[in-house]
């Protein structure tokens, strides 16, 4: 009896270790910025790469911030998203770095 309830609370404690793990290799972020639309980066918000979110979220940040601006029109809304982003970023074409968002938490104007 007592090896099998050493048993289950090892597994139990390292079950939880890879939960909490997981919860780690995630982040929370505040993107603020203009929604423009680059052929070099694609869609961003600030520091925050929304090219692989899904469309219904794509749509909501569309009609809450409006059309992503480009180069030749830029957007003049402010607008800012909270996401969960990855945590290893990438270079942008401007140097800066960038997040790729993985799922947008809320949507709000600036």
């Known amino acids: 009896m007592r090896k099998r309830f050493t048993f289950a609370f090892i597994f139990v404690l ?3 270790t890879i939960v909490d793990a997981n919860a780690a290799s995630t982040l929370k972020m505040t993107c603020t910025g203009n929604l423009t639309n680059t052929r070099t980066d694609g869609i961003t918000l ?6 692989f979110i899904s469309v219904k979220q794509m749509d909501e940040i ?3 911030c409006g059309l992503p601006g480009t180069v030749d029109t830029p ?3 402010q607008c800012r998203i909270r996401a969960v982003v990855s945590p290893d970023p990438v ?3 401007d140097h ?3 997040y790729k968002a ?8 600036r």
């Open 62 to 64: 569309e009609s809450v």
């Open 102 to 109: 993985i799922e947008v938490w809320s949507v709000d104007k």
């Open 75 to 77: 957007a003049e809304n």
């Open 14 to 16: 390292g079950l939880g």
């Open 96 to 98: 800066r770095k960038l």
């Open 46 to 51: 600030g520091s925050c790469d929304l090219n």
């Open 91 to 93: 270079s942008a074409a």
